[in-house]
């Protein structure tokens, strides 16, 4: 039932930024884990950044420095902070949640995804 939306994609030249927005219709302190995940054309979808509801935070090496994850609670939001943006950034990028029920099973929630065009 958790519904996602992300906004905050364009066209940008490489050395510009971005902040994309996830807003959830459930309340972020109910799910497991936030992750943005990107899809590259020709690409397996990979995961860029993670945080964990205890706020343990992964990303993934190509943006390590880069980008930002962060969440508002208060309003149900998550961030991803583009900075530095490079052409091999450009893709489909997807807000995704999982969220565990007190039974173990693992339900997944993806937005319908945003894109970001990073030109040379």
């Not at 149900?76 to 990028?93: A, I, S, W």
Request: some cysteine; aromatic content about 10%.
């Amino acid at each position: 039932q958790v519904q996602l939306v992300e906004s905050g994609g364009g066209l940008v030249q490489a050395g510009g930024s971005l902040r994309l927005t996830c807003t959830a219709s459930g309340s972020f302190l109910s799910f497991d884990s936030i992750a943005w995940i990107r899809q590259a054309p020709g690409n397996q979808r990979e995961s860029v950044a993670h945080i964990t509801a205890a706020g343990v935070i992964d990303y993934a090496d190509s943006v390590k420095g880069r980008f930002t994850i962060s969440r508002d609670n208060a309003k149900n939001m998550v961030y991803l902070q583009m900075n530095r943006l490079k052409p091999e950034d450009t893709g489909v990028y997807f807000c995704h949640v999982v969220e565990i029920s007190p039974s173990g099973y693992a339900n997944n929630y993806w937005g319908q995804g945003t894109q970001v065009t990073v030109s040379s």
